[in-house]
């Protein structure tokens, strides 16, 4: 049995606390909000603490707010020499307040709150300053997903930005292939299944070997028909930019 | 009863042959491929042509080959006004031989050879020149699609050039990720998870909802801090020019 308690109301906070709350294994015996009615996941009123200087003594104090408030919040537990982590993929450990043993629970993964997830097929990320820490944390994240890792900061660092490229980059060249189908009065429903098709195919090829398109045939002829067809500055830029890119790597091959 | 036949013998053509000869109400008739070893398609040997010039009538004749031929087999057909179309996203219908009637079936999927695929939800974009026409390619395209669209070349264009943002420059982000993944000796597994929420996230949101990183929240210390991170010039250019775009995106709203 593992004792955890919750410092935060975000959108990682609300999934953890209904995982964590549906253990068997894990018991979740605080949270704290500073606003208490941020709090909308299933759970025990009575748990709900918005007073940071009396929360209970439990194995894992998890913090999983936002990044810029993650060091102030470590350093103002009243307690001392306990396990605090935190959740972020783009925060250094040694933000986390001497006082107390520092780690890392990352879960890599975007989170909304109105859209359920399970945990168990979400990576976490583990790092610990002692062997003793990384078990216990260790533990708590294979009770809740099948795939757990332990990782640097340097490491989790680069996945962090990998992640970026992966995510927040991919998602923005959907916005744009949303926006070309807008401007041109077709259904993004179109691209859909595509879209999942091209996330699928890197399950089992390399990203380079399910690479196709235009600038990966050198086909500069269809190259400059698509540029004069991009009249969207910004649009124009990404294209060149990318095309660019895989011509040039194509090149090196 | 439609009646059909194939020129070709590429990823599309291996695909739509598969389909055409398991489907009772379409008659695949012929199949053209210049090597008629180059077909491994399950069909009837006897239907494999490598004669242009001697294919018998069909309802539709559909040319599946590599874009730049395209202009040059349309017109070395012996027929004449017969419905030829092609399966192209990046060719206009005009490039098709003035002495056939001309049409376009345009399944909108990357196709690999060595992975089955199921047309039923892959999308059919058509265009003909006449109504009857226009009907029949329909008809064909229902037998095996859910999602059948009449598109004009104009928007068959902008659809392809919407479909390299999200298909091949997406997968070449897939790519920067796998990378930063190996130059730092973690496990590209670690990210699989994320890269299809990310592709399911855009099936009930619009891109623009779905969006976050520190891009879109103005995160510019994060932002500096992959730069840095970032050694690689490739990956540098890749990371500023779409953040630099989303900062100005996210100004705008």
Redesign the interface.
């Known amino acids: 049995m593992i004792t955890v308690s919750i410092i935060g109301s975000g959108n990682l906070a609300h999934h953890l606390i209904q995982t964590f709350e549906a253990h068997k294994n894990i018991v979740l015996q605080e949270v704290f909000a500073r606003n208490k009615t941020n709090i909308i996941a299933k759970i025990d009123k009575a748990k709900i603490t918005s007073d940071l200087n009396n929360l209970k003594e439990v194995d894992v104090y998890i913090i999983a707010i936002s ?1 810029d408030y993650i060091a102030d919040v470590s350093s103002q537990f009243s307690f001392e020499n306990k396990l605090v982590v935190h959740t972020s993929g ?1 925060v250094s450990i040694s933000v986390l307040s001497d006082k107390n043993r520092k780690g890392i629970f990352y879960p ?3 989170f ?1 709150k109105n ?1 359920n ?1 399970s945990f168990e ?3 976490i ?1 583990i790092e610990a300053e002692n062997e003793t820490d990384a078990k216990l944390l260790t533990a708590l994240a294979q009770l809740i997903s099948k ?1 757990v ?1 332990q ?1 640097s900061s ?2 989790r ?22 926006e ?2 807008q ?5 993004f ?15 089992h090829l ?3 070997e ?7 045939r050198g ?1 500069t002829k ?1 190259i400059k ?2 540029e004069d ?2 009249s969207n500055t ?2 124009l ?3 060149k ?2 095309t660019q ?2 011509l ?2 194509a090149k090196k091959l």
């Open positions: 990044d783009g890599l993964q975007s909304s859209k997830i097929n979400i990576p990320c795939s890792y990782v340097l490491q660092k680069a996945l962090h930005v990998a992640a970026v490229f992966a995510n927040n980059f991919v998602n923005y060249l959907y916005q744009q292939a949303y070309i189908c401007d041109n009065e077709i259904s429903e179109i691209l859909k299944p595509l879209i999942q098709e091209t996330a699928q195919k890197v399950i390399t990203p380079e399910a690479q196709t398109g235009p600038a990966k086909n269809l028909s698509h067809f991009l910004k649009q830029i990404i294209y930019t990318l890119s895989i040039e790597h």
